[in-house]
C-alpha cells in the first residue's frame, strides 16, 4: 500500500519586490509537481507585488503597513491546509523540482521536522559585492554540518503540525532579521531535527552594496544573534559561528592592532605578518573556492573583504554582548506577544486588514 501524497504549501512574504519577486513567483509556478498551495503575503508593499500575484491567480493576504518577514510568514502557515510549509523569500527563484525534493527528503528523513537548503553558485546579480557575498554565503552551507542548527527562511520547509505546535516566528523582529534562526533554535532546544540539505538550492537576486551589506550583516544579524546565543547560553560550532570563524575574528584584530602599534615600535610588524598568515591559511579552502568560481582577480580581491567581516562581525559581538547585559533586546522594538497558536486568529489584530483573492 503506497504512502499518501504529501502536500506542499510555498508561502512567500513580499514588501515591494519588484522584478526579482515576479521571477520568483514564476518559478515556483513552473515547479513541477505544482505546489498544492502558493500564498503570497503582502507585508505592506506599495509596488504592486500583490497585485501581480493577485494576476497570477494565487492565493494573497495583505498587511496595511509593514511588520516584517516573520508576521507575514505566521499569516501564510495559519492560512495554509497543506502538511508541509515551504518558505520561499521573494528574491530568490527556485529550481523546477523544488516541490519533488522537499517530499523526497521528509520522505527519506521521517524524524526530520524541518530542512534548509542554501544559495546556489550562480548568483543572479554581477556587481562584485553580490558575487562575493552570495558564493560566501554558498560555501558556508555547503561545508555546514547536515544535522543543521538553525532553520533559514530563504529556502526552508517545516511541517505544518511543528510549526504551529512551536509557535512560528516571533514576531517583534519587525524587519527582515534572524527570525528565522531564532525559530531553529527553539526548535532544537524542543529535541525537533532540522537538516540542512545541500543539493537543495536556489538563485538569490539581490543586488548588495558596501551600505545594505553592512546594515544587514552588523544590525540585523550580528548583534541579535549574538544576544540570542548569549540568551540560549552557548554556541554552536557550525555555519558563520564556527571555531574556525572565532578564530579569524581574533587574528583580524591582532593583525590589526599590531599594524596600529608598528607606527611606534616597527618590529612588531613580524607578529603582524605571522597573524595575516594565519588568517589566510585558516581560511584557504574559501580562497581557494573563490579561486576556482571566479579566477584568481576575483579570489585577491575577496580576501580584505573577508578580513573586513571578520572586524565589523567582532564589533558586532561586543555590541551585542553589552546590549545584552544591559537588559536590550535589539530588533525586538514592541513589547512582548503571544507566538503564533491555532487559537489566535490573524483578524482578531485590530491592525490587520486581510485581501484575498
Not at 506542499?8 to 512574504?13: D, F, G, K, Q, R
Not at 515551504?86 to 523540482?97: G, R
Not at 552588523?218 to 547560553?233: C, D, E, G, K, M
Request: aromatic share 12%.
Amino acid at each position: 500500500m503506497s504512502s499518501p501524497v504529501v502536500t506542499v504549501a510555498v508561502i512567500v512574504p513580499v514588501y515591494n519586490g519588484g522584478e526579482r519577486f515576479r521571477a520568483s513567483l514564476e518559478s515556483i509556478r513552473r515547479a513541477d509537481p505544482c505546489p498544492d498551495e502558493i500564498i503570497v503575503i503582502g507585508d505592506g508593499d506599495t509596488d504592486g507585488s500583490s497585485q501581480y500575484a493577485e494576476a497570477a491567480g494565487v492565493t494573497v493576504y495583505r498587511f496595511p503597513q509593514p511588520g516584517g518577514p516573520g508576521r507575514a510568514r505566521n499569516l501564510g502557515a495559519m492560512r495554509a491546509t497543506a502538511d508541509l510549509l515551504f518558505f520561499v523569500d521573494a528574491d530568490v527563484t527556485v529550481p523546477k523540482n523544488v516541490i519533488e525534493r522537499s517530499r523526497d527528503i521528509f520522505a527519506r528523513h521521517a524524524d526530520v521536522a524541518a530542512i534548509i537548503g542554501s544559495y546556489d553558485d550562480q548568483p543572479g546579480e554581477s556587481n562584485f559585492l553580490s558575487q562575493y557575498r552570495n558564493l560566501l554565503h554558498h560555501y558556508v552551507h555547503q561545508n555546514g554540518r547536515e544535522e543543521a542548527s538553525t532553520f533559514w527562511g530563504a529556502c526552508g520547509a517545516i511541517q505544518r503540525e511543528v510549526f504551529l505546535a512551536m509557535g512560528g516566528f516571533d514576531e517583534r523582529y519587525l524587519k527582515p532579521s534572524i527570525e528565522d534562526i531564532e525559530l531553529g533554535y527553539r526548535l532544537k532546544r524542543a529535541g525537533h531535527r532540522i537538516r540542512l540539505c545541500k543539493s537543495l538550492q536556489v538563485k538569490h537576486w539581490k543586488r548588495w552594496t558596501l551600505a545594505s551589506m553592512l546594515r544587514a550583516d552588523f544590525f540585523q544579524r550580528a548583534v541579535p544573534w549574538t544576544q540570542l546565543i548569549h540568551r540560549y547560553r552557548g554556541f554552536v560550532n557550525d555555519l558563520n559561528i564556527g571555531i574556525s570563524g572565532r578564530a579569524s575574528v581574533l587574528l583580524a584584530y591582532g593583525l590589526l592592532g599590531a599594524a596600529v602599534l608598528a607606527y611606534w615600535q616597527p618590529a612588531i610588524l613580524i607578529a603582524a605578518a605571522a597573524m595575516g598568515l594565519a588568517l589566510f591559511i585558516l581560511n584557504i579552502q574559501l580562497y581557494r573556492f573563490f579561486l576556482e568560481k571566479r579566477g584568481l582577480r576575483f579570489a585577491v580581491q575577496t580576501i580584505p573583504w573577508h578580513w573586513f567581516y571578520f572586524l565589523y562581525s567582532g564589533a558586532a559581538f561586543v555590541v551585542g554582548t553589552l546590549r545584552h547585559l544591559a537588559g536590550h533586546d535589539h530588533g525586538l522594538e514592541k513589547p512582548a506577544a503571544p507566538l503564533l497558536s491555532e487559537s489566535r486568529q490573524p483578524e482578531s489584530r485590530p491592525e490587520l486588514r486581510m485581501e484575498k483573492r
